[in-house]
């Protein structure tokens, strides 16, 4: 289906509730609820999707709808991927664009470290990718969607998305303890995070150039 010109942009942060793991086979990455996509289109935008997504441990979605039941844009958006349980890993790794054929109007979101890592520079290089190709008079939504996954593979090129669970709760790095030390503290700040569900950190170093609060500020 050729275009609508896109009147008007709505740009946010979602930070979305954390998510144990992205639900494979409830539904596509790509759900063209509006119909603007040819069977063609469809199939090599989710091919293109699922490869970044899996390249990057990111759930890069792809929502379109003609009807928002009387929600706002982003509210329509964030229920959707929530709902659907879209988001890598345990803190709920996600990009994704919304277009709406009833407002005329799109939407990008981020949601886990994507969202903590993506700035406003960042979701207006998103937003610039699709607006340049929509308002071209011989394009289509596909071919913005298209603009839109190739900004999200230059973005997610120079995110690191390493989540925090990834990371070890004790770095020694001044080598102030012994294996055996080293190991029972280790699993003892991994009980603790566990059991509070909050990362409890020791760090050590020989030696840094700032004062000790700025420093931990800038590690964490």
Request: proline letters at 0%; a negative charge; one cysteine or more.
């Amino acid at each position: 289906m050729k275009k609508i010109i896109i009147t008007a942009l709505t740009v946010a942060l979602i930070c979305l509730a954390n998510i144990t793991c992205f639900a494979e086979g409830d539904i596509s990455r790509l759900n063209d609820m509006a119909d603007i996509f040819t069977d063609d289109e469809e199939a090599l935008l989710l091919e293109k999707q699922d490869k970044l997504s899996e390249k990057y441990s990111v759930d890069i979605v792809v929502l379109t709808t003609s009807n928002l039941d009387g929600k706002k844009l982003a509210d329509y958006a964030e229920e959707y991927f929530d709902k659907h349980g879209f988001g890598y890993g345990e803190r709920g790794d996600g990009m994704m664009i919304t277009m709406c054929t009833e407002t005329n109007t799109f939407y990008t979101s981020a949601a886990g470290q994507c969202a903590q890592l993506l700035d406003e520079d960042g979701y207006a290089y998103l937003d610039d990718a699709v607006l340049t190709v929509l308002r071209k008079s011989d394009t289509t939504y596909a071919d913005g969607i298209d603009a839109y996954l190739d900004a999200c593979d230059e973005l997610l090129s120079e995110m690191d998305t390493t989540t925090v669970e990834e990371l070890p709760h004790l770095i020694d790095n001044a080598d102030l303890l012994s294996d055996k030390e080293e190991k029972r503290l280790a699993d003892k700040l991994d009980d603790i995070s566990d059991s509070l569900s909050c990362d409890v950190i020791v760090l050590t170093e020989a030696s840094i150039d700032t004062d000790a609060q700025s420093y931990a500020d800038d590690y964490f």
